[in-house]
């Protein structure tokens, strides 16, 4: 619980243009099927959790 | 000497059940059974050891055997050390931790109980000294005291629980009101609402407000459900993993977890029983705050 750091590591979306490549890799997706499928894909690879940032976008953070 | 030998038997005696009948293996399953049983009997029985054999020695005017009993004594210390370290170890594999505080806690339970045995042993053999039936007496009665006030305080002394309704506004996930956090996955949504449970704990006054507000009171809480109750958790979930999160507004506090069985009649009657630890006592109301 102590020491809590958030790191976002991947980051998924719809809208390429809301996104400026900082660190985390970026998947372009279509639809919000394809980024809800690629966001789970993530996160059990990546042993992360996924946040909603808006209905476009998630990111996956490593906590 | 062998004046000596039944009140010493006698405090050996009753140290040691004072010992037993502090050593409980409930259902948080520490100490393992039956090795860390064995461990801490004996240890029980040397202290029971140390505490009788002090009062002849005293009455013999041995001051070197004292001096040495009352170094004995000081070796417990190094019981709490030992379970430390040994929860600590344990706790790194925990999937919901328990956490220092807690872990903090337990160990200095064990230390004390450790000087409890010992005192029990020496008052004992005291009076067995005097008397073969005054000692009985005095064994008994310290026993029941052993028994009847070694707990400290639990859960439902300090808060009321009540059920808090788990909803989800877009992705970000509520207790009743209080804000947890925000869950990007579809899937993990439907997870979350068709079995987490939401808690609602409400301190009863300004003391139980500001020791609930401590993390390791909360972390503890956690972990006594997710012991008793189970989780729906593995290692790599961490969307699903149990978290408490405060109004810092009015200190309740919201607990959101998924335990095996979805019932809150159960998790209500964990949560109440759960000990408040001694670290996350805090007295506000007794302070000077110049009001």
């Given at each position: 619980m102590e020491n809590q750091h958030a790191e976002i590591v991947a980051v998924v979306t719809m809208?390429?243009?809301?996104?400026?490549?900082?660190?985390a890799t970026i998947f372009i997706v279509k639809d919000p099927q394809e980024l809800q499928i690629t966001a789970l894909t993530l996160e059990k690879v990546l042993d992360a959790t996924s946040h909603e940032i808006d209905a476009d976008t998630l990111i996956v953070v490593a906590h | 000497m062998s004046d000596y030998l039944l009140p010493v038997v006698m405090g050996v005696v009753f140290g040691f059940s004072a010992r037993l009948l502090l050593l409980r293996t409930d259902f948080r399953q520490y100490p393992t059974y039956p090795t860390g049983q064995i461990i801490h009997l004996s240890f029980g029985f040397i202290a029971a050891f140390i505490g009788a054999v002090a009062t002849p020695a005293v009455l013999e005017s041995d001051w070197t055997a004292v001096t040495f009993l009352g170094l004995a004594a000081t070796q417990f210390r190094e019981v709490r050390k030992m379970e430390r370290e040994s929860l600590q170890n344990i706790d790194a594999f925990e999937l919901v931790k328990r956490g220092i505080p807690f872990i903090e806690g337990m160990a200095q339970a064990f230390e004390s109980r450790n000087y409890l045995v010992m005192f029990t042993a020496l008052i004992t053999t005291l009076c067995a000294v005097y008397s073969f039936w005054l000692g009985i007496i005095g064994g008994i009665v310290l026993l029941l005291i052993v028994k009847f006030r070694k707990s400290g305080k639990v859960l439902q002394e300090i808060a009321d629980v009540s059920e808090g309704e788990i909803r989800f506004e877009g992705a970000t996930l509520f207790v009743d009101d209080i804000l947890i956090k925000n869950v990007g996955l579809a899937d993990t949504r439907k997870i979350i609402t068709d079995k987490a449970v939401g808690v609602i704990v409400t301190p009863r006054n300004q003391n139980g407000i500001v020791t609930l507000s401590y993390l390791g009171q909360r972390q503890a809480m956690l972990h006594h459900i997710a012991t008793v109750l189970g989780s729906y958790l593995d290692s790599g979930e961490p969307a699903l993993v149990p978290m408490t999160k405060r109004d810092?507004?009015?200190?309740r506090i919201a607990l959101f977890m998924l335990p095996s069985e979805k019932d809150f009649h159960q998790v209500r009657a964990v949560l109440e029983q759960v000990p408040i630890l001694d670290s996350a006592i805090r007295m506000p109301k007794e302070a000077h705050k110049g009001k």
């Open positions: 809208k390429r243009e809301n996104v400026v490549a900082g660190g | 810092m507004a009015d200190g």
